[in-house]
């Protein structure tokens, strides 16, 4: 399935890159670098495919740390070598554009290096062999059955970063370069909080199934305070060095200009996503994914889509980047909504252990 999916998006976007860059308003140059860029992230995400199915093979069977492992491994080895190739630092060639998707997908690479790994080495539930590799359609159909629901969350994502990309083109050119520096940056914090989150989700569900209330409460308890903690920190480092952080991409002092109060505005909103990322692994672990797709839907299409589309209206684009507050504001009242939806029918009834 993952062969499959990759050749699919692999064609699909080779056809559509060129169209999908160019709705957005932007200048040749970008169309240029856009296309540069996603031509060699697209051929080569195929690591991407396949490390999703060996994490997802070590958090189905518990080992959900090396599931972490991995896929910090790739974020860190992404976030270092980025301004390596990209301006040929040490004996490092200078690559431009091309060295910002290789690092990429040799990021990718790292990560599915790593979790096919830990899965030969230390995952003894399963066994990997050749022959056993035979497609199952009444599996497949059940394992779409259950993934629509985070491919549609997906693609919510995608279509929320294309129309922020059509607001911020209004502006300049540099406002996008921003937001995309800003993604390359988050992912050294957000990683590790989605790696905790999806290793809490086996954990709620088998005390679920125990009806071990006790246990459950203190796995969402601890979780809530590690994501906490984790956004912290990194709310810290993005309020204290954003000058820093945009120097590893050299950035030019237009760059600075916006980059330097869009990082420091949208880490505001670091703890209302710790809130909300952990919540929506919650509702995966209770076997109610529909309510992280309503909350993902309510975040980013409902308040942070018009938020920073009616803050662009004020002339200043440093206004845009609020909409990443109001969007958390918004999304952890829905969550907190759907949290005390499941206390009452699902954590409530069950025994005090």
Not at 38 to 46: A, K, T
Not at 52 to 64: A, E, K, M, P, V
Not at 124 to 129: P, S, V
Request: hydrophobic share 55%; glycine share 8%; net charge positive.
């Amino acid at each position: 399935m993952a062969a499959c999916n990759f050749i699919v998006f692999f064609i699909a976007g080779l056809i559509l890159v060129r169209p999908y860059l160019a709705s957005q308003g932007v200048e040749a140059n970008i169309i240029a670098y856009g296309e540069e860029y996603l031509n060699i992230v697209l051929s080569m995400s195929f690591a991407l495919f396949f490390g999703i199915t060996f994490d997802r093979l070590l958090q189905s069977t518990g080992l959900t740390l090396y599931t972490m492992y991995s896929q910090l491994s790739g974020a860190v080895f992404n976030v270092i070598f980025d301004p390596l190739l990209i301006f040929g630092i040490g004996p490092f060639p200078k690559m431009g554009i091309r060295g910002a998707a290789l690092a990429t997908v040799l990021g990718q690479i790292i990560g599915l290096c790593v979790s096919v790994f830990c899965n030969l080495t230390k995952n003894r539930e399963i066994q990997f062999k050749l022959k056993n590799i035979v497609p199952e359609p009444r599996i497949i159909a059940e394992i779409y059955k259950v993934g629509v629901p985070s491919i549609l969350l997906s693609s919510i994502t995608s279509v929320t970063t294309y129309f922020l990309n059509i607001i911020l083109s209004a502006f300049s050119s540099t406002a996008i370069a921003v937001y995309g520096v800003y993604f390359k940056l988050n992912s050294f914090i957000f990683m590790p909080v989605f790696g905790l989150n999806n290793g809490m989700v086996p954990i709620i569900a088998y005390n679920y199934g125990a009806q071990n209330r006790k246990r459950i409460t203190a796995t969402i308890r601890n979780g809530l305070l590690l994501a906490i903690g984790i956004m912290l920190f990194g709310m810290a480092l993005f309020e204290l060095f954003p000058a820093q952080l945009l120097g590893l991409f050299d950035a030019s002092p237009a760059m600075l200009a916006i980059g330097v109060p869009a990082i420091r505005i949208i880490a505001c909103s670091f703890i209302g996503a710790a809130l909300g990322i952990t919540f929506s692994s919650v509702f995966q672990a209770f076997g109610s994914a529909v309510y992280s797709m309503i909350a993902t839907f309510v975040r980013q299409i409902v308040a942070l889509l018009p938020a920073a589309y009616l803050l662009s209206l004020t002339g200043d684009v440093n206004a845009i980047w609020w909409s990443y507050l109001i969007a958390e504001v918004v999304s952890i009242i829905a969550c907190l909504f759907f949290m005390h939806r499941i206390y009452k029918k699902k954590i409530a009834p069950m025994p005090m252990n």
